[in-house]
Nanobody, 129 residues
């Protein structure tokens, strides 16, 4: 079994930064891709929005249009941790952020939530104006 634990969320003002962490433990895989998604709590029926993804080797990253240029995804495989650096936060970034792992992957990034096998419980980010 794989456990994902997100941390680093909180309440910030517009323009400030946060760094989210996703600690991966339990069974690990040699080539696991990671993605970050977010969901607005007031819209539970809405599909989770793709935020960022990184390939198993860290060579490729991809971002959703709404966060390009402001967010950066990275991974530290020595510590089984993936990060999401979020700069210039906006009130529209307010959401619960989830990390997800795809157990077996090629040298691709994955943007669909259905493409991931394991999910964390989420960490809440609130950006005030």
């Amino acid at each position: 079994q794989v456990q994902l634990v997100e941390s680093g969320g909180g309440l910030v003002q517009a323009g400030e930064s946060l760094r989210l962490s996703c600690a991966v433990s339990g069974r690990t895989f040699d080539r696991y891709a990671v993605g970050w998604f977010r969901q607005v709590p007031s819209a539970p029926g809405k599909e989770r929005e793709f935020v960022a993804a990184i390939t198993w080797n860290g060579h490729k990253t991809y971002y959703g249009d709404s966060v390009k240029g402001r967010f950066t995804i990275s991974r530290d495989d020595a510590n089984n941790t993936v990060y999401l650096q979020m700069n210039s936060l906006e009130p529209e970034d307010t959401a619960v952020y989830y990390c997800a792992v795809r157990a077996s992957s090629g040298n691709y990034y994955y943007m669909g939530s259905y493409e991931y096998d394991y999910w964390g419980q989420g960490t809440r980010v609130t950006v005030s104006s």
